[in-house]
């Protein structure tokens, strides 16, 4: 199969997502700038989702441009990693809106969890369908950053029973171990067509 429709509904799936959680930004009832201090929880929750939103969009690209085939696991796959990214608004809004309580935060880490996890699944189809010698096979490697990513989520919901602070931590330097682009996949992808 053609990856084209996989590609454009991915897309639209995304920007849906981050459109979704910029309507939880309200405009404060008022015109000083202290109007904005109770509404930073929130603003910390959407740049936090924003990030991780672009991640997944800027791997899932990239991903996908290696691509040469797809086919209806791959399709399945993606669907289940787009569920999972649609939760990200409604984590993210009750998490934000409760100040970085423990269930909110917990919650918002069970989601990054399954996130991280579909996406894993979805790599390795790719991979199986790319085949094991492939310019994308080689690229990803043994992804440890999605790997590490999964146990510091674990790691950051246990940590929410302390402190949800904590864990929010966490989840902010997971984003940060991701926000420098992979560039294994171009890296990869540029050699095997120089051969």
Not at 82 to 108: K, Q
Not at 109 to 136: H, P, W
Not at 153 to 180: C, K, Q, T
Request: charged share 15%.
């Amino acid at each position: 199969m053609k990856k084209g429709r996989l590609e454009a509904f991915s897309d639209g799936v995304i920007a849906i997502i981050i459109t979704i959680m910029v309507l939880e930004l309200h405009v404060p009832h008022g015109e000083h700038i202290t109007d904005l201090v109770p509404l930073l929880p929130v603003l910390f929750s959407y740049v936090l989702s924003f990030v991780y939103v672009g991640i997944y969009w800027n791997n899932h690209h990239h991903m996908i441009y290696a691509a040469k085939t797809i086919n209806g696991s791959i399709l399945w796959a993606n669907l289940h990693l787009l569920f999972w990214l649609s939760l990200i608004p409604f984590a993210t809004a009750w998490m934000g809106e409760n100040h970085f309580s423990r269930w909110p935060v917990i919650l918002y880490g069970a989601v990054l969890i399954m996130t991280g996890m579909a996406y894993n699944i979805l790599c390795g189809l790719l991979i199986r369908q790319a085949g094991e010698g492939s310019a994308l096979a080689v690229a990803l490697g043994r992804d440890w950053k999605g790997k590490l990513s999964v146990v510091i989520y674990l790691i950051a919901i246990a940590l929410a029973f302390i402190n949800p602070w904590i864990s929010f931590s966490l989840y902010v330097l997971v984003a940060m171990i991701w926000f420098i682009p992979d560039r294994r996949i171009e890296r990869n992808l540029s050699l095997a067509e120089e051969e």
